[in-house]
């Protein structure tokens, strides 16, 4: 009986811990039942080319959990039947994404996931920032931070910007709580119940459920490799007269394409032409390698929305908006009627990252592993004979269709790899059916996900 654990050894999480975790999850689908006896260490250690002192501790560490138990000379056997809850925190939110059961494996691989998992996180730099500020700055430990947020950060954003050709003043920039809170204030100020917004189909499922809370009502327009259907955004324009447009111009959630220089032109024509504000969400601005085509640098009547969470922590809830100065205004005015502000302590630890050099330097990593995982998950999904939609540059995503049209197939497929695969509506502001997937590049590599594209590749029955 093999123990294949799955370790990442370029992840940040400590090994240990990944043996604990990747126990638990192997009691849990192998459904072993209490007294059990595990390989040996030996043999754990052997087959996942491990140190047998690290398979130890982690043995001991599930003793004490009362996971495991043991016995002199009986190695360690499975103690109680497990609760899919042991070791395993919370279960994160993630609005519109319905996952489908992966048989026997509550803990599922969640091949489309919106981030990076957590063994990519890095936490030496963030745990220096964190001390230093509260060690130097009271203010930020214990003050509201400013309407707009802290000047610093702000200064620091402006200086970012000039990277994607963004010419912005530091009183034209506005911190939120991640870039979810600066849709909501966005939402909040420029519209109300009843109006009409563009929104690219498919696309990302939280907004669509934002613009519903909001009562505002939502126009299709579909997202092609190069960006919105032009053709169809016109005759929408034309027949409703929305009040905005929401768009992802690079690296599209969820199909991961960028918007072209000849399209995003076409694009500001048509929206000049009928006096439409355009919101541009560039949350995945620092995994991209080239500067591309910004709406914001070709029209500074054009909002942008950037963030920090994707990159850096999505606990720290840092994003911002770019727009001008009469609108920063307002949404200043609704941010504190609303929240009271967002968190001077992280927007401190955040400016400190800046300011010393350590985010440009994790950001770097961050492209240089996805752009090595990115080659290795076309390839894996051409050999399996799936479609991509458009070849990403950069970014998360990838959005792939299996020879295998029948869903339902596809997900006993994944079942039986122990994979997730998001809802075949989750991208749709209608709600309507798609046999496309979002691949996150960051999973498509765990021997797991290699495994169901294979199976899919084969047609196994």
Known sequence: ????????????VPVVQQIVDGIIDWILRSGVAPTTRLPSVR????????????????????????VLSTRQGAGFMVAAPLSPAVGRSEPQFDSGLVWSQACGS???????SGGLPESWRESDDLSYAIREVARTDMASLFNYSCARGLPALRELIVK?????DIESVDEQVLTTAGASHALDLIVRTL?????????????????????????????????TPTGPDIAVLESLLMQFQPVALFINSHHHNPTGTCLTPVVAQQLLQVCRRHAVRLIEDDVYADLHHSNGARLTALDERVIYVGSFSKTLSSSLRVGFVVADRELIAQMARVKMISSMGASRFSEAVLASLIASGAYRKLVQRQRQRLSTDRTAALQILEDADWEVFGK???????WARSAITERSRLHLHAQRS?????????FSPSGENTEWHRINVAYACDPRARQFFRNTGVDRP
Do not use: W
């Open 160 to 164: 970012r910007l000039k990277l994607f």
């Open 43 to 66: 043999q754990i250690a052997r087959t996942n080319l491990l140190s047998q002192s690290c398979v130890i501790e982690a043995c001991e560490r599930l003793v004490a959990q009362g």
């Open 191 to 223: 519209l109300k119940a009843g109006d009409y917004v563009l929104v690219e189909t498919p696309g990302y499922p939280p907004l669509f459920d934002l613009l519903r809370l909001h009562g505002v009502h939502m126009l299709e327009v579909p997202r």
């Open 418 to 426: 122990g994979v997730l695969l998001s809802a075949a509506n989750a």
């Open 392 to 398: 990403p540059l950069g970014g998360l995503f990838i």
């Open 106 to 112: 509550p803990g599922g691989l969640k091949l489309g």
């Open 1 to 12: 009986m093999l123990m294949e654990l799955r370790i990442d050894r370029q992840a940040m």
